[in-house]
């Protein structure tokens, strides 16, 4: 199936790792150039060169700490004109009320929370100017399925995908889709230490298996298409169908 993305200009944070890492290598497998967004450089270089190598495609990459509003302003200048949105960055730590800290659940949610948020106030104008564009945010099921043992989690990524669904009702109005992707556990670095870490919740896993990333990447490369044009305002979970076990 032709995703008629090539050509398209895409930016995704944490592109360099993970989730992001993998979602970079699939558009750039369509043909999208890319802008990649981290902290670290060498990550970022490593990236740059193999997706380059592999693919043929243009690659340009940005250090950048999205918890930052003056780095997010000078990212967006920097990726004017993209096409597409991928918010991918962040990483928001597990524990109860009580052991998380006033100053880390801020530094979460900088992160994740407004650095989406801002991130999307500042590409979304000139998107709607054009007419067209597409912003995907990769969440996770946090937001949908709360516990007190991920609670900045929870309230972000819920916080998130209300937001999601309430900015993609509004801004197809402008040629504009905003959607939004829970994955659940995916077989990233982090996720294979977690599992690593709790053999019986693995075994658990439907299928007996965490998400590939690749399968991730690629709904996101899916609904940032045009063969999802169609498609707003709304969110996508990939987990394997644990959202709608009650045992």
């Known amino acids: 199936m032709d995703l008629q993305l090539k050509n398209k200009l895409a930016l995704v944070t944490g ?5 992001g890492r993998e979602v970079a290598e699939s558009l750039a497998a369509e043909g999208c150039k890319l802008h990649l967004a981290g902290r670290k450089l060498a990550d970022l270089q490593q990236a740059q060169k193999e997706i380059t190598s592999q693919h ?3 690659v340009a990459i940005h250090v950048a700490d999205l918890a930052d509003q003056n ?3 000078a990212l967006a200048a920097a990726c ?3 096409d597409i949105l991928i918010n991918n960055a962040g990483a928001i730590p597990s524990g109860k009320i009580d052991a998380i800290d006033n100053q880390a659940w801020r530094l979460a949610w900088d992160l994740k929370v407004f650095g989406y948020i801002c991130l999307m106030r500042e590409v979304l104008p000139a998107m709607q100017k054009r007419g067209s564009g597409v912003i995907v945010n990769i969440i996770g099921t946090g937001g949908e399925r709360p516990t007190a043992s991920y609670i900045v989690g929870a309230g ?7 937001m999601t669904r309430a900015l993609g009702t509004a801004s197809v109005d402008h040629g504009v889709r905003v959607l939004g992707v829970n994955p659940g556990i995916v077989a990233t670095e982090r996720g294979k230490r977690l599992i690593e870490q709790q053999p019986d919740f693995a075994k658990s896993l439907p299928f007996g298996r965490a998400a590939e990333p690749q399968e991730v990447s690629d709904l996101v490369c899916f609904l ?3 063969r999802a044009s169609y498609i707003s305002g709304t969110i996508v979970t990939i987990d394997g169908g644990v959202a709608g076990r009650t045992g």
Do not use: C, Y
Not at 156 to 162: F, R, S, T, V
């Open 15 to 19: 592109g360099s790792r993970g989730i």
């Open 56 to 58: 043929g495609v243009e």
């Open 71 to 73: 780095a997010i302003v």
């Open 80 to 82: 004017s004109g993209i």
């Open 156 to 162: 972000g990524n819920a916080a998130l995908m209300a």
């Open 224 to 226: 940032a298409s045009e």
